[in-house]
């Protein structure tokens, strides 16, 4: 199973992206060959739906789980009907949530916020 | 000759500028751009008022016809769009109605609806004609609004525009002859003033500042416009009687001669203004 987290860094050691659609990488993880993948997201700079577009992303990267500390509608409203499952990340270490979502204790995502859209106007 | 009425910041006194404008101009359209919170009409009180809808269009796709071939998806810009479980999904509130997403689709499987995003209501009061703009509650942009406003009018007309300086303030100054931009005494609206400056020259429009609520103090918005040689047309000193007639929906113009006169003088100082 595949499992997609935004990331601050191309690192495993590194941090979790508080922002899901504007995260500067994804990190794609197999939970069965343990392997972890970098990809740049090119959402992140979008003037706008980088909500959409980050969600396309992930699901094209064939993921079934997203760990994420939070989400904004647009993503979720890609990712939800996309059967894709979100998890809750716990604290900014990103090889910390893998081994809580491997050990069954993230949460489910439960708050999704309204996004932060056309804010200067558009 | 077409003058719209800004600000920058909301609250400085836009919609009393314009509206007592448009009453000491007498026979003028006065026009609400300020789709997001039309306030005009609660002064000049309309009758004889119509409204019609304002409709964008927005792409729907035909499941039969689309192959995910996914030409549309990466053409968007806005990423209106998302291909997911072999379907196209459209997200209404991110399309801009660019309609480019019919033109790259090979398969010619996507179509235009209609979708109403607000109306426009027009009217009368004495020998002014209003025309507002109301956008729906939910709505992310007013400026097919404004447009639509825009279309078809008749000199002079009198904007009150939207606060700010994006794309509805743009859309709003695109083809008028002269900009009257609000300023209070305060550093938050020197700021803002300050930027709706910059987009002015950026359009190379003639403009100049309106000081409202002008006391003794410091005023960071007039020094601004001493800095910046920006010709200042009219102080509104600071006046409770002012905020009363404002508070009773009451049309200053139109009730005080002393408000006639200052207003009609900013009137001709305006038509001066936009002719050179």
Known sequence: MKIAIPVEDKHYEGNVCPSFARAPFFMVYDTETKEAEFHENSASTSPGGAGVKAAQIVIDYKVTTVLTPRMGKNSADVLVPAGIQLFKTEGTGIKNNIEAFEAGKLKTLGEIHEGFHHHGGN | MKVAVLSGKGGTGKTLVAVNLAA??????????????????????????????????????????????????????????????????????????CGGCLLVCPENALNEKEKPIGEIVTGNSQSVSLKLGKMNLGESTGVPIIKALLEDIQDPVVIDGPPGSACTVMETIKNVDYCVLVAEPTEFGKHNLAMVHELLKGYGKPFGVVL?????????????????????????????????LNSEGLIAVREDVHYKTLFEQLYQKIEIGGRS
Request: with cysteine; proline share 6%.
């Open chain 2, 24 to 97: 000491a101009a007498e026979k003028c359209t006065y026009i609400d751009a300020d789709v997001e919170a039309p306030n005009g009409y609660l002064f000049f009180k309309p009758t004889e008022t119509q409204s019609r809808n304002v409709t964008v269009k927005i792409p729907y796709v035909d499941d039969l016809k689309c192959t995910g071939c996914r030409k549309c998806v990466e053409f968007c810009k806005f990423n209106a769009l998302a291909y997911i479980h072999n379907r196209l999904m459209v997200f209404e509130d991110i399309c801009h109605s």
């Open chain 2, 212 to 244: 409202n609520k002008t006391t003794d103090q410091d005023n960071p918005s007039k020094e601004y416009c001493t800095e910046e040689n920006i010709p200042i047309l009219m102080e509104i000193p600071y006046d409770e009687k002012l905020g009363r």
